[in-house]
């Protein structure tokens, strides 16, 4: 049987994962909102590609901070969506929603940071479990 959880309990648990989450990364977020979405938008799911079973369990989508030039200025802020129904889908209890949270944050603000999906693999250990 699924968790239940309201929009603003899943919010609270947004927030709190940003809070544990090294510190000197998030104060150094730039132009980026970060929101919760139930499941990802139609245009999201074609922009991506995603085949039918695919699971999205977050998403930035945004220009990095290493593609960034001078002419960076005006600009709608990049956004990292966290996707509540696949995180709750995918545990079992509330401690594995947490940390499934928790993850994909730091997932999402690495691809703000440029990292590629090899890099961020190579460093999840390292500040996840901080």
């Known amino acids: ?17 940003m809070d544990e989450l090294p510190q000197k990364y998030i104060k150094n977020l730039d132009n980026v909102a970060i929101v919760y979405e139930d499941e990802p938008t139609p245009d999201q799911i074609q922009k ?9 369990f977050g998403l ?5 901070r290493t593609q ?7 600009v709608i802020p990049d956004k990292i969506t ?5 995180a709750i889908r995918f545990s079992a209890n509330l401690e ?3 940390a ?23 460093l999840e250990s390292k500040f996840i479990n901080q």
């Open 1 to 17: 049987m699924a968790m239940e959880m309201t929009d603003e309990q899943f919010g609270k648990l947004v927030n709190e994962a």
């Open 48 to 56: 991506l590609q995603l085949r039918y079973g695919h699971v999205l």
């Open 60 to 64: 930035y989508e945004g220009i990095p």
């Open 68 to 74: 960034r030039g001078a002419g960076y200025n005006l």
């Open 82 to 86: 966290i996707f509540k129904n696949a």
């Open 96 to 98: 594995q929603l947490k």
């Open 100 to 122: 499934n949270i928790k993850h994909t944050l730091w997932h999402e603000i690495a691809h703000h940071y440029g990292l590629d999906h090899k890099r961020i693999h190579e």
